[in-house]
């Protein structure tokens, strides 16, 4: 199975009511870990790269990496840009060969979002690529956004739908009371917009701000087409927290082996994304 576009990968989820994980890679071997532990699950994976790993690794070495790692691998895949509110990146990342892009234009007023939306899409289609669109701030995702969410102020949903058709963006990311990073408490999530948007639209739902959220809140929001589900800091900590044991002991040890961290910090992503599949429902889709 090649690498294939984001609406072949959040079509079926949505139909069948399963998630499909979106993982925040970050570097050569947290892409290598998320694919490997799709392929182990038998499942779809959507990698996402946030424009700071853009700039940081630089698109055309993780687009070689991508294509180097993809080439030849069993399972669906795709590769989507994270919340981008600059075109220049959008358009770089576009030709290089990413395969979507959530244009996050929440920022600017609603009509402008609107505007620019539309000209990303056309845009995007000109390379067979797709679009998430975003109208409400989500919260932060590596410096880019907001932590301005809560329940005033937010739009209603015949205004997220007409956007939605108006666009003819491909997912939707709609602000339900979810936010990035880990939460302070237990969120209250409003499962009603999701359904009312998909029903009304068709297009499926991107759930930002899955790291925290409990087993049956996904189960809850997939059963109503969240087709799409967002992890970065989730990988993020296991990462971390995956090198600092090998380090404590490399150090306790005075043995300094790169190699085997990175054997033994590969592992643990692949667990964790072997452990995303089989939350969301996405395991064993890919026969
Ligand atoms: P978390 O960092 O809460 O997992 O959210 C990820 C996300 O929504 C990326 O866009």
Same mark, same amino acid.
């Given at each position: $199975? =090649?690498?294939? /576009?984001?609406?072949?990968?959040?079509? =079926?989820?949505?139909?069948?009511?399963?998630?499909? =994980?979106?993982?925040?890679?970050?570097? &050569?071997?947290?892409?290598?870990?998320?694919?490997?532990?799709?392929?182990?699950?038998?499942? +779809?994976?959507?990698?996402?790269? %946030?424009?700071?790993?853009?700039? %940081?690794?630089? /698109?055309?070495?993780?687009?070689?990496?991508?294509? @180097?790692?993809?080439?030849?691998?069993?399972?669906?895949?795709?590769?989507?840009?994270?919340?981008?509110? &600059?075109?220049?990146?959008?358009?770089?990342?576009?030709?290089?060969?990413?395969?979507?892009?959530?244009?996050?234009?929440?920022?600017?007023?609603?009509? !402008?979002?609107?505007?620019?939306?539309?000209?990303?899409?056309?845009?995007?289609?000109?390379?067979?690529?797709?679009? !998430?669109?975003?109208?409400?701030?989500?919260?932060?995702?590596?410096?880019?956004?907001?932590?301005?969410?809560? +329940?005033?102020?937010?739009?209603?949903?015949?205004?997220?739908?007409?956007?939605?058709?108006?666009?003819?963006?491909?997912?939707?990311? =709609? *602000?339900?009371?979810?936010?990035?990073?880990?939460?302070? %408490?237990?969120?209250?999530?409003?499962?009603?917009?999701?359904? @009312?948007?998909?029903?009304?639209?068709?297009?499926?739902?991107?759930?930002?701000?899955?790291?925290?959220? %409990?087993?049956?809140?996904?189960?809850?929001?997939?059963?109503?087409?969240?087709?799409?589900?967002?992890?970065?800091?989730?990988?993020?900590?296991?990462? $971390?927290?995956?090198?600092?044991?090998?380090?404590?002991?490399?150090?306790?040890?005075?043995?300094? &082996?790169? +190699?085997?961290?990175?054997? *033994?910090?590969?592992? &643990?992503?692949?667990?964790?994304?072997?452990?995303?599949? !089989?939350?969301?429902?996405?395991?064993?889709?890919? *026969?």
């Amino acid at each position: $199975m =090649p690498v294939v /576009s984001l609406t072949e990968i959040v079509g =079926p989820a949505a139909q069948q009511r399963y998630g499909v =994980p979106a993982v925040n890679v970050l570097n &050569d071997l947290t892409l290598e870990g998320v694919l490997a532990g799709a392929v182990e699950a038998r499942s +779809p994976v959507i990698v996402q790269t %946030s424009v700071k790993t853009v700039k %940081s690794i630089g /698109s055309e070495v993780l687009f070689s990496l991508w294509t @180097a790692m993809t080439r030849g691998i069993e399972v669906p895949v795709t590769l989507h840009l994270d919340h981008c509110p &600059d075109r220049a990146v959008i358009s770089e990342c576009l030709q290089r060969g990413w395969n979507s892009v959530l244009f996050d234009a929440h920022e600017l007023t609603l009509e !402008e979002n609107q505007r620019q939306t539309v000209e990303v899409v056309a845009e995007a289609r000109g390379y067979g690529a797709h679009v !998430e669109g975003e109208i409400e701030g989500i919260g932060v995702e590596d410096g880019v956004g907001s932590e301005a969410v809560g +329940p005033d102020g937010r739009l209603a949903v015949e205004r997220q739908v007409e956007f939605v058709r108006a666009t003819g963006v491909d997912v939707f990311a =709609p *602000a339900i009371g979810n936010a990035h990073g880990q939460y302070a %408490s237990a969120p209250t999530l409003e499962g009603d917009k999701v359904t @009312a948007i998909v029903e009304a639209t068709g297009v499926p739902v991107a759930l930002h701000g899955g790291t925290g959220l %409990s087993t049956e809140q996904f189960g809850d929001l997939i059963a109503r087409g969240c087709a799409k589900v967002n992890i970065s800091t989730g990988l993020k900590e296991a990462y $971390m927290r995956s090198n600092l044991a090998f380090l404590k002991d490399a150090e306790a040890k005075g043995k300094w &082996d790169p +190699p085997s961290l990175f054997t *033994a910090v590969r592992a &643990d992503v692949v667990a964790f994304t072997k452990g995303l599949c !089989e939350t969301f429902g996405s395991a064993g889709k890919a *026969a």
